[in-house]
């Protein structure tokens, strides 16, 4: 089908990933992270055309590279609706509040929109868009056949966190349950932080949202 690298990024360790046409130069990415030198690197190595940068959602650990992406490879950037004012709010992408890490980060709007059920055609490819808020409003995930790129809503044994700012912790227990659990448990899942799992395993092991 389709490629997927991963490039951990940044001191808080943010899968960004790299989605690349089985034969052919065509590529997207998403959620590129904090120091995105290697991924830019990779990207021109092997003489790939980026066809856009989707975030699953707009902390500013996962959007903290668009800037340069945007810069070198002239691409366009998909996020969710409810977060469109989030990459020009240093405040809202949580990066005023985390002087420790990173500077005050903000980029221009994204140049499109996601929604639940949208189908995305990128690298010839159909990547089902769900919407499954509760780390925040507006997260997504991406869906393809038997791959999850879950952004900040499951990981391994665990799921991510609903206490910052637009963060509920129901939204994100009922999008695990309702949405995600309701996939292939073969299905397999490229979550924001951390190793690789399955739908399957989450239902059968994960602590915070049991099946």
């Known amino acids: 089908m389709f490629k997927i690298e991963t490039f951990t990024l940044g001191p808080l360790q943010t899968n960004c990933y790299l989605l690349t046409e089985e034969t052919g130069k065509r590529a997207f990415v998403i959620d590129p992270g904090m120091g995105p030198k290697r991924l830019i690197e990779r990207i021109r190595e092997r003489g790939l055309i980026i066809e856009a940068i989707v975030l699953t959602h707009a902390h500013f650990d ?10 070198v490879f002239g691409c366009p950037v998909y996020l969710h609706d409810a977060e469109a004012d989030w990459l020009t709010d240093a405040r809202k992408n949580g990066s005023a509040r985390w002087a420790d890490v990173t500077e005050p980060l903000t980029t221009e709007p994204a140049e499109f929109g996601l929604s639940e059920g949208q189908k995305l055609e990128l690298i010839g490819h159909t990547f089902s868009i769900l919407h499954t808020p509760g780390h925040s409003p507006g997260s997504v995930s991406l869906l393809c056949g038997e791959h999850l790129i879950s952004g900040d809503v499951l990981f391994k044994q665990s799921v991510g966190r609903s206490d910052l700012p637009g963060g509920k912790e129901r939204d994100l227990y009922d999008s ?36």
């Open 62 to 71: 996962h959007m903290a590279g668009v800037d340069e992406l945007r810069r």
């Open 176 to 211: 695990i349950r309702l949405k995600l659990y309701k996939l292939d448990p073969a299905v397999r899942v490229y979550p924001g932080h951390g190793p690789q799992t399955t739908i399957g395993y989450e239902m059968a092991n994960n602590p915070f949202v049991p099946a």
